[in-house]
């Protein structure tokens, strides 16, 4: 039981890491994964904001000799991250317990005379006992209060961990595995300033609040979401030193650890990126391109975008809750009142990190917004710690209730983790990989394909081109992304021969592309006649030389619709994943769809977008086929959708042909 006891936390982060081994990816996913694992693995440069904490700590443990592939091996890091962070939140949950007087404002009582002694004028007689802690009064205190810590600690420790969203983020490569570890990091150091008994301004390493100055500066070198944190940190920081001068200069030995912390890490952009890696996003080589870079500018379109907008998050986060917790977001409930009458300073600490996460992240305008409320699930956790110990003082109302309350609570986390469990699990998540290797296999030697499968194929293709060096002779163009500056930079690192010809088109469009990167005044009609005249000299003066392919998701989004048209003379031939461009209208042969994709049983909507996507482009296949009268060729294609694609509606027309 001592054991248990010593290492409750520790082994509570254990658990939860060997059942996020069941569930760890085996290769890369869907959206950054790829990106973010070849980025780690090459040392390079990831998008916006550079995230170099996670990078170079990526890096040192993709080098240690595993045996295992640099994939697998770096999802497994972003198990090793998350299950860190569970420990820390248990152990911090115990401090909490343990200091609940601290975390409850003092209740003032009536003076108290002293018998037999003359009140002396201007002075008031207070006994030593003139407050009393607020939650001596609400606490429900018995003999076995200390040991209930332990399994009340532990069961908020599981609660979190088994949330959909955190314990999504152990199954694969992403920056917010390891700000999972850092908000708990930062979180403990926050409780341990708050208790701590000397001055913020105490420069020695047993200040906590130096502490948390480093960690802020890992979290922000990390990703910007620490920022979240800042307004429970004041909030901590000026109930204990007051708002004062005093407490303003208490905070320049904070900001002297901070800063330099922080400038260190991101120093890492420049340097690396002035070194040319393979994986140069945003290559911040000097100050504008830099700051450009940190602040994630091209992705503030999406910040404060429409009230609407944030409306529907808002509607989401709430209606998600069940989906997060499901059954143990009763023991939150329970937990509001709890912590409130326990430890009210905490219970304000956490509404405020709650709604400031909540408030902010509604307003940014994406798809996958889930990560952005973790700091507010972290919130929910610590409500569930003061739930649990709530419903643990039923023992006041007998050994059996007592029992039963245990049993609900252990009975509500199965079901969290039953529940999640289906929706996390990652461990037969092939789609990605074998989608990526079957569209480079399919195309021929030196090849170009040009797109924006950012989330199926090009983020992927990032890891097995330049990690596994799978068909690295193969050049993937990024359509959205020929509308940045840097990444033409990247394009001749890799491929120069692609852009060769079209170096003077390039030049006319970063000239009149620097304006609008600059936030200055800019000829909108100009820079996209000049973008659409790269995109389409990239195809004339490339289809010479080597077989250009475009996705479908621009024929279909931009060809048809008269957005972009081909050179004079060129023409569309759907081939097994992508439509290849040819010159002239005769028929052009295509392989065999002999490739195989291990769709996993846990189906998304990105899944979904490649079981329709290629089962689209196998049908337009066998249409191309039989418009040439080559029907034995057509069937083998129509199979292919009937075998692989069950649930595939053929076009008018196709069905008919495999029957004859």
């Not at 059996?400 to 009975?411: A, D, G, Q, R, T």
Request: positive net charge.
């Amino acid at each position: 039981m001592n054991f248990l006891k010593k290492y409750f936390a520790i082994l509570t982060g254990l658990f939860a890491f060997l059942i996020y081994l069941t569930t760890l990816a085996p290769s890369v996913i869907q959206i950054d994964s790829g990106e973010l694992s070849a980025v780690q693995a090459t040392l390079g440069i990831a998008h916006p904001t550079g995230y170099p904490l996670f990078t170079l700590t990526g890096y040192l443990f993709s080098l240690i000799p595993l045996g295992i592939s640099k994939a697998y091996q770096l999802n497994l890091l972003s198990g090793i991250w998350s299950s860190l962070g569970v420990g820390i939140f248990t152990h911090t949950s115990k401090i909490i317990l343990n200091n609940l007087k601290s975390f409850s404002p003092a209740v003032k009582q009536e003076p108290v005379k002293t018998p037999g002694k003359k009140k002396k004028k201007g002075k008031k007689d207070f006994s030593s006992q003139d407050k009393i802690p607020a939650n001596e009064a609400v606490e429900i205190r018995d003999e076995t209060w200390e040991t209930k810590k332990y399994p009340a600690a532990v069961s908020a420790g599981l609660i979190l961990a088994f949330g959909r969203t955190y314990w999504f983020q152990s199954t694969s490569v992403e920056v917010y595995s390891l700000q999972v570890f850092l908000f708990s990091l930062l979180i403990f150091s926050l409780v341990k300033s708050f208790l701590y008994n000397g001055n913020a301004s105490d420069f020695t390493i047993k200040n906590p609040w130096l502490w948390f100055a480093f960690f802020l500066a890992l979290g922000f070198s990390n990703h910007m979401t620490t920022l979240l944190i800042l307004p429970g940190a004041a909030y901590l920081y000026f109930l204990k030193y007051r708002f004062s001068k005093k407490s303003f200069k208490s905070l320049l030995p904070v900001l002297a650890v901070f800063f330099p912390v922080l400038i260190l890490l991101y120093l890492y952009l420049p340097v690396r990126a002035s070194q040319d890696p393979v994986i140069n996003w945003g290559n911040p080589v000097d100050f504008e391109r830099f700051f450009r870079h940190i602040t994630g500018k091209q992705y503030q379109v999406w910040l404060f975008s429409s009230a609407a907008a944030a409306k529907k998050q808002l509607g989401y986060f709430f209606t998600s809750l069940i989906t997060e917790f499901n059954v143990s977001l009763f023991i939150t409930f329970a937990g509001l009142f709890a912590a409130y009458s326990a430890g009210r300073r905490f219970f304000i600490f956490l509404l405020i990190c709650f709604f400031t996460t909540v408030l902010y992240s509604i307003n940014y305008d994406i798809n996958d917004i889930d990560s952005y409320f973790l700091l507010a699930y972290f919130s929910i956790s610590y409500f569930a710690l003061f739930g649990v110990m709530k419903l643990s003082s039923l023992l006041k109302m007998g050994k059996n209730i007592y029992l039963i309350s245990v049993l609900i609570i252990e009975l509500f986390i199965i079901v969290q983790v039953y529940v999640n469990f289906r929706k996390v699990n990652q461990s037969y998540t092939y789609d990605f990989e074998d989608y990526t290797k079957a569209v480079l296999t399919s195309v021929t030697k030196n090849s170009v394909i040009f797109g924006y499968q950012w989330d199926y194929l090009i983020s992927p293709s990032y890891y097995f081109q330049h990690v596994e060096n799978f068909r690295k002779d193969a050049v993937i163009i990024d359509k959205e992304l020929l509308r940045r500056s840097w990444y033409f930079d990247q394009l001749r690192n890799s491929h120069p021969e692609a852009l060769k010809e079209i170096e003077p088109d390039i030049k006319l469009f970063l000239d009149a592309l620097k304006p609008f990167e600059r936030d200055e005044n800019y000829n909108s009609g100009l820079l996209e006649n000049l973008y659409r005249r790269i995109m389409t000299n990239l195809i004339s003066t490339n289809i010479g030389d080597r077989d250009f392919y475009i996705g479908p998701e621009l024929f279909e989004n931009e060809i048809q619709v008269g957005q972009f048209t081909l050179p004079a003379g060129c023409t569309l031939v759907p081939d097994i994943f992508l439509f290849k461009v040819v010159k002239g209208n005769s028929y052009v042969p295509a392989r065999d769809p002999d490739y195989k994709i291990r769709f996993s049983t846990n189906r998304n909507h990105y899944t979904e977008f490649i079981e329709k996507i290629v089962g689209a482009m196998l049908a337009r296949r066998a249409l191309y086929e039989m418009q040439f009268d080559k029907l034995e060729r057509a069937r083998v294609y129509i199979k292919k959708i009937k075998k692989d694609f069950p649930n595939y509606i053929l076009p008018a027309g196709l069905a008919e042909v495999v029957e004859k």
